[in-house]
């Protein structure tokens, strides 16, 4: 896929704030057609306002979705299905850390909006996906992976049960790494390609739930929005990964991931479980 992306629609996740809404102002630069799924018209409608007054580009849309919801991911996409657009690049970007509870079906809330959302999402859109050949399907995990040293199945059907939610974080961000694996190994043969990444530390939104004054010191040492895009954006387009499926990549450049986030076993136990949850 070429960096002129005029012709190509590419469907994100939480692109209304943060690294997602730096990485719609990039593509809708180099001409993308760019679908933001977000859950809050309010806070969207603005922002694509923004990218379209500072791109000239005209084509950026709204879809509402909520990932904590998996009756609102199957709303989103049979509407998305039926509007007839294809999907040429799906980011799943949108993502929360350090919240906790539970969705609207029971599930832990990091995993369930971090990745059991995505997984729906992702499975409901993949024949439109598969339409476009060799189309690109990209999960924002996190350097946080590493810190998931077991999956407690039990766990995931339950409350957030830390005191931060950051292990449970941190476990949502093992499975985004894990679903790009395992989807890499259902598509071998069709030409779309599955990559995960860390975007960096990045100064955004993430870190609402931390207090105030620890907040604003730590924002001081992360890196822009804008920086934090660039690994999203090298997976979305740099011509020398297209043959390159599953991986994980880190500052634009492959890095080997998480022993656990390597276990074959574990991807598809995963894969398993995500799929009976989501029937
Ligand atoms: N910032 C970092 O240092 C860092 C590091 C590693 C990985 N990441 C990953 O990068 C991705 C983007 O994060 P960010 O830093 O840009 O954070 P952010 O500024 O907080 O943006 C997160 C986005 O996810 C959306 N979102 C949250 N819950 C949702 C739900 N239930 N349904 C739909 N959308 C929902 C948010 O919508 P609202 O605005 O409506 O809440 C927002 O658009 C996340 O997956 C995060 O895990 C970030």
């Known amino acids: 896929m070429s960096k002129d992306l ?11 704030t943060g690294i997602g809404r730096a990485t719609a102002y990039d593509l809708a630069l180099r001409g993308a057609e760019i679908v933001m799924a977000c859950r809050s018209e309010e806070k969207t409608l603005p922002v694509i306002e923004a990218i379209k007054n500072g791109t000239g580009n005209a ?8 990932l904590s919801s998996l009756a609102s991911v199957r709303e989103t996409a049979t509407r998305y299905l039926a509007s007839g657009r294809p999907i040429h690049v799906l980011i799943n970007n949108a993502g929360l850390a350090g919240s906790k509870g539970q969705t609207k079906e029971g599930f832990e809330l990091a995993f369930g909006v971090n990745h059991l959302g995505h997984f729906l999402w992702t499975n409901l859109l993949l024949d439109r996906i598969k339409e476009s ?7 924002v995990a996190s ?28 476990v949502s961000k093992l499975a985004n790494v894990l679903h790009a694996k395992a989807l890499a190994k259902r598509l071998e043969g069709t030409g779309i390609t599955t990559y995960s990444l860390h975007p960096g530390v990045v100064a955004s939104d993430v870190w609402r739930s931390v207090p105030a004054p620890i907040r604003w010191v730590i924002k001081k040492f992360m890196i822009s929005a804008e920086d934090g895009a660039a690994t999203t954006l090298h997976c979305v387009s740099h011509a020398n990964i297209a043959g390159e499926t599953g991986l994980y990549y880190d500052k634009c450049m492959k890095k080997k991931p998480s022993k656990l986030a390597l276990d074959e076993t574990l991807a598809e136990q995963l894969w398993q479980r995500s799929e009976a949850w989501t029937n």
């Open 59 to 66: 084509k950026i849309f709204f879809e509402a979705l909520d």
């Open 133 to 139: 050949g060799d189309a690109r399907i990209i999960n």
């Open 143 to 170: 350097m946080a992976h590493y810190k998931a040293k077991v999956i407690d199945w039990n766990a995931l059907t339950k409350p957030s049960k830390s005191k931060t939610g950051l292990p449970e974080y941190e």
């Open 6 to 16: 005029h012709g190509k629609t590419v469907l994100i996740t939480g692109a209304n």
